[in-house]
């Protein structure tokens, strides 16, 4: 699997360790991304095959997200671990939840494997953000984070999608069991590809060490403009499902096909990240995506009464926040001084809680206004996340 596909995109600049890798980390990063994304779409069917309520299920993702608060002291305890260490463990611990989450026997059991992959999941991303941290320079992250978030895309398309139809040929643990297996194998490929960090150089009165472990200047505002797109985006996610079926009767299938579109969109989006941030720098690229959003939330709220048209404006939106939060990624890396993963965990912290915070009034407006004050506010979050990013840019080229 070395230096194919992904790799073939770089060219002789790039690290040789980053070009015969790139591919096979993606594909780990696909394989945990599937666990991670597999209860969503299949939450009626766990739901049913646990005896419990949509709701119990729905309480138990989200618990599980709110663990993604603990993001920053995860990034603390990979800068300690190296990349290395923290990608098995991290891959080791979704291992665990996905096998517990196939034998759950309830709510609780589920809540607690969830939380396993969900943390687990993040603690291999951070090590694999400090991997690319320690192989490519900053002005050049983009491509390649670009290329390995292609994973994300790919978790929903080939990995839930090939879960599911286990599912559908057995029963959601088979389906567990599968993305489980799937994670096995790639754990085995790409553990042995990460060498271990070069001791660190020693420092003199003469030659002090950097800053370690401090906030670059302005990054408040990158932390407050991943929090505004997040929130932005996940008020249209967590509303739109509800709006199809309401005013166009969609079905549950004919949901799954304008998922895949989105999902399609994703995919679009990261491969643009991995085009075009590096050329345009990350903080115009997050502001590019924000700035997408706008149009795009504010036409869905003018124009829903029509399904060809808002999905479309909803597709749009998404590549938007995606191209927006993948080219953020690079920016993570680099927020604390001499600490990829915390600065990147700190951002990640953030889009948690711009997460949680929408998801009890973007669901209590649609309810009783429709989508459209959900999707006029996701605009005005959009802009002002614009407004952040920029601001965060003063005096900087990237």
Not at 1 to 19: F, I, Q
Not at 190 to 218: K, N, Q, T
């Amino acid at each position: 699997m070395s230096n194919v596909v992904l790799g073939r995109v770089l060219d002789d600049s790039y690290a040789p360790e980053v070009r015969h890798n790139l591919t096979a980390f993606a594909g780990a990063r696909m394989t945990s991304n599937a666990c991670y994304r597999f209860v969503g779409p299949f939450i009626a069917t766990i739901a049913r095959g646990l005896d419990v309520r949509l709701v119990d299920i729905g309480l138990a993702i989200a618990i599980s997200e709110l663990f993604g608060l603990a993001s920053p002291a995860i990034g603390h305890v990979v800068d300690r671990l190296g990349a290395r260490r923290a990608v098995a463990v991290g891959l080791s611990v979704a291992i665990t939840g996905t096998i517990l989450a196939a034998a759950s026997q309830g709510v609780a059991m589920l809540t607690v494997a969830l939380v396993l992959i969900g943390q687990g999941n993040t603690t291999f991303y951070l090590g694999l953000g400090t991997w690319i941290a320690m192989h490519v320079p900053y002005a050049r992250r983009g491509r390649v984070t670009g290329l390995i978030e292609v994973s994300w895309a790919f978790g929903l398309l080939i990995g839930v999608t090939t879960m599911g139809l286990v599912t559908a040929a057995t029963n959601w643990r088979v389906g567990y069991l599968t993305g489980a297996a799937a994670m096995i194998c790639m754990a085995f490929v790409v553990v042995g590809r990460i060498e271990p960090p070069p001791p660190r150089p020693r420092h003199s009165a003469a030659h002090p060490a950097p800053p370690r472990g401090r906030l670059i200047s302005r990054g408040w505002l990158v932390l407050l403009a991943g929090f505004l797109i997040t929130a932005a985006s996940h008020t249209l996610i967590v509303t739109f499902g509800s709006w199809l079926e309401d005013e166009f009767g969609l079905t549950p299938a004919s949901l799954s096909a304008v998922t895949f579109l989105l999902g399609t969109s994703e995919l679009i989006a990261t491969l643009s990240v991995a085009r075009y941030t590096d050329v345009l720098g990350k903080r115009r690229s997050v502001a590019l995506g924000g700035a997408l959003m706008i149009p795009a939330s504010a036409g869905l709220a003018l124009w829903h009464q029509h399904m060809v048209l808002g999905i479309a404006l909803l597709a749009i939106g998404v590549l938007g926040f995606e191209f927006a939060v993948v080219s953020a990624i690079s920016l993570g890396t680099n927020l604390v001084i001499g600490s990829p993963a915390r600065g990147l965990g700190l951002l990640i912290g953030v889009d948690t809680i711009g997460r949680a915070v929408m998801s009890v009034p973007a669901t209590r407006l649609y309810s009783s206004h429709g989508i459209g004050l959900p999707a006029a506010i996701a605009s005005v979050l959009a802009t002002l996340s614009v407004v952040a990013i920029t601001l965060s840019a003063t005096g900087r080229t990237t």
